[in-house]
């Protein structure tokens, strides 16, 4: 039994619900969770306490959100001191085409390296779009980005692309090493 730290900052939503879900297949699997929103409870996240964490953010215009970096900057010690993830949410992760793969590999790899860390698992997972999220001009442009993926937008307003089965493989990996 481990105690693990989940943090994430989600701005429309999905990393929340993915973080949620993280927290509860490790507590399923036995383990200690704790789960932290960083735009509510920033002043409570420390990782000192912990023997793993995982730290979850959603890609806007090709970077994370600065709560990501000033969460690292804070308490980069005692996440590099111990088993860690990160876990990169973006539209990009379902796309097919390669050069958006690689495009959104140099996103991640761009962030880990200026943050100084090297988790031992960076999992790219596909968002979702909320269509009540979304300003008139955001919901234009990722609606246009679901047609050229050749997917279909959900007439509900909430069209999800997370595999929640390939995040359960993840997070099977991640507890194997706690
Ligand atoms: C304004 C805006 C910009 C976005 N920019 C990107 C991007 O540069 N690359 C990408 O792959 N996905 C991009 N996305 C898609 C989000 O990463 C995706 O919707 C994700 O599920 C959002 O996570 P959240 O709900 O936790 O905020 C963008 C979404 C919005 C609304």
Same mark, same amino acid.
């Given at each position: 039994?481990? &105690?693990?730290?989940?943090?994430?900052?989600?701005?429309?939503?999905?990393?929340?619900?993915?973080?949620?879900?993280?927290?509860? &297949?490790?507590?399923?699997?036995?383990?200690?969770? &704790?789960?932290?929103?960083?735009?509510?409870?920033?002043?409570?996240?420390?990782?000192?306490?912990?023997?793993?964490?995982?730290?979850?953010?959603?890609?806007?215009?090709?970077?994370?959100?600065?709560?990501?970096?000033?969460?690292?900057? &804070?308490?980069?010690?005692?996440?590099?001191?111990?088993?860690?993830?990160?876990?990169?949410? #973006? @539209?990009?992760?379902? #796309?097919?085409?390669?050069?958006?793969?690689?495009?959104?590999?140099?996103?991640?790899?761009?962030? @880990?390296?200026?943050?100084?860390?090297?988790?031992?698992?960076?999992?790219?997972?596909?968002?979702?779009?909320?269509?009540?999220?979304?300003?008139?001009?955001?919901?234009?442009? @990722?609606?246009?980005?679901?047609?050229?993926?050749?997917?279909?937008?959900?007439?509900?307003?909430?069209?999800?692309?997370?595999?929640?089965?390939?995040?359960?493989?993840?997070?099977?990996?991640?507890?194997?090493?706690?």
């Amino acid at each position: 039994m481990a &105690r693990v730290l989940v943090v994430y900052f989600s701005k429309e939503g999905q990393t929340e619900h993915i973080s949620h879900h993280m927290a509860r &297949r490790l507590e399923d699997a036995g383990h200690i969770v &704790r789960l932290i929103n960083l735009k509510t409870d920033a002043s409570e996240a420390g990782a000192d306490d912990y023997d793993a964490s995982i730290l979850a953010g959603s890609i806007h215009r090709g970077s994370y959100a600065p709560e990501i970096s000033s969460f690292l900057m &804070r308490h980069g010690p005692a996440v590099r001191s111990h088993v860690s993830a990160f876990v990169t949410v #973006s @539209l990009s992760a379902a #796309s097919h085409d390669a050069t958006e793969i690689s495009a959104l590999n140099e996103i991640a790899n761009r962030f @880990l390296f200026e943050a100084g860390w090297q988790p031992d698992f960076t999992e790219h997972v596909a968002g979702a779009v909320h269509d009540d999220q979304l300003n008139a001009f955001e919901k234009v442009v @990722l609606h246009q980005i679901v047609q050229q993926h050749g997917e279909q937008l959900d007439p509900s307003g909430h069209t999800e692309f997370t595999d929640w089965r390939k995040l359960n493989t993840f997070l099977d990996a991640f507890a194997a090493r706690l």
